[in-house]
């Protein structure tokens, strides 16, 4: 079965830091291109970042340059979201995104988590 789960959401004080994972079961992750988008309550979801699968490229949204790396771990079949200075605004769900890069192109997404930056 392909899944793809994202973790490591929870409460956290502006100015605090988070890592997430996304980690994939039932298919290749390293092959993929991974994408990390935020989607507050009511809104459609914003993308933050994204990590490709055979060039070593990284790509942010402006408002996440500088405070965001998204890292690979192969191994693990994971891909890492690390926050840092974040903001009120950064509030959301976090879903995790694998595009195929090969073959016919095909998606999947994870069911997210939540990322609550409040004091």
């Known amino acids: 079965q392909v899944q793809l789960v994202e973790s490591g959401g929870g409460f956290v004080q502006p100015g605090g830091s988070l890592r997430l994972s996304c980690t994939a079961s039932g298919f290749t992750l390293m092959h993929y291109t991974v994408k990390w988008y935020r989607q507050a309550p009511g809104k459609e979801r914003e993308f933050v970042a994204s990590?490709?699968?055979?060039?070593?490229?990284?790509l942010y949204a402006d408002s996440m340059k500088g405070r965001f790396t998204i890292t690979r771990v192969n191994a693990n079949s994971t891909v890492y979201l690390q926050m840092s200075s974040l903001k009120p605004e950064d509030t959301g769900v976090f879903y995790c995104?694998?595009?195929?890069?090969?073959?016919?192109?095909?998606?999947?997404w994870g069911q997210g988590t939540q990322v609550t930056v409040s004091s």
């Open positions: 995104k694998a595009e195929s890069d090969f073959g016919v192109p095909h998606a999947y």
């Open positions: 990590i490709g699968p055979t060039v070593n490229t990284e």
